[in-house]
């Protein structure tokens, strides 16, 4: 049973290592090499080269190596074998250090002041608002924003989500569905999006959205978010928004295109912090091991954690 990696954009050689060492006795093969592709029985995937994903007749599960796999989900070659995702701490954890690090970056202006260091200026206003006073609305309550949402509150920020389906967790209030989504982005002061990309969600994040947020919050205007997929969100909007007050700033880890084009005005403009998608980087360990955790699922009969729902893409 050969698992083959299959990355255009990714170290192959150093998940293929890593492969080796969770799946002894396995043989692992990296999509470009000599292969029978009659052997290949689960596929290792991140953002796959074109055409990796078919010709393969005994392929029984495709693998993500990340937690979004709509780079699966809109290869025209994926076959109608289980696609399944990364649910792991490690990854969940990093994301949560990234949501709570960018939210009190805003809560604490922390740019202001690094601005105002570099420029020699002591100057406070003694107008800082408390976690307590701030509202931060999670788009996307699933696996990433629940844990992120439980740490904010833990900090002492005003959680909510919002999501498909309604959720009861401790110290985060759920809205679910279009009908509550005005309501919502009514009472969000930071809105942090952590949706999957799917054909319901590709450019969610517009200007019509945008205009929906709070406007009566203590940090002079509502702050974007998103450490989910560029393509949720549409930047022209968003650098419209951001000139015109309807945001105050934006802390953006995934682009419409990525890498982020030299030309984009988000590498320039004041009010955006740009990161290179890595809010949530993939663990090499704790990915492989993951990986191999399911297989073993699998060849046991049972359903692995992290099984994508074909019909609603994620
Ligand atoms: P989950 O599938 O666990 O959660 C997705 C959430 O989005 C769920 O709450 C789901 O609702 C909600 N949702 C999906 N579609 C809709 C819709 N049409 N309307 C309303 N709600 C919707 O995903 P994760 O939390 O694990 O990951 C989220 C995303 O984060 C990934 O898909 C990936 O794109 C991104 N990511 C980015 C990383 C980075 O480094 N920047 C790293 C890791 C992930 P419900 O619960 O009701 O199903
Ligand atoms: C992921 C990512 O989906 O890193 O895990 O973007």
Redesign the pocket.
Known sequence: MTLLVATASWASDVWAERFRAALPGRRIVIHGEAFDPADIAYVAAWKQPPGALAGLPNLRAVFGL?????YIMEDPDLPGVPVV???DPD??N??SE?VVLHCLAHLRQFRRYEAQQRAGVWEDDRQQPAARDVRVGL?????????AGRKLAVMGFDVA???????AAEGIRSF???AE?PAFLARTDILVV?????P??EG?VDRRLLAGLARDGRLGGPILIN???GR?QVETDILAALDDGTLKAATL??FQTEPLPAASRLWTHPQVTVTP??????DPAAVTAHVARQIARLEAGQTPEGLVDRA???
Request: hydrophobic share 45%.
């Open positions: 990340g937690a979004g796999v709509d995702r990364v649910i990854l969940t990093r994301m990234y788009l996307g309550l699933g696996e990433l924003g629940m844990d989500g919002w999501s498909r389906s309604a959720k679910a569905g279009e989504l952590l949706l999957p990309l799917t319901a969600t969610f450490a989910g997929r949720l880890d995934v998608h890595n809010a949530a980087m993939s609603r893409g994620y």
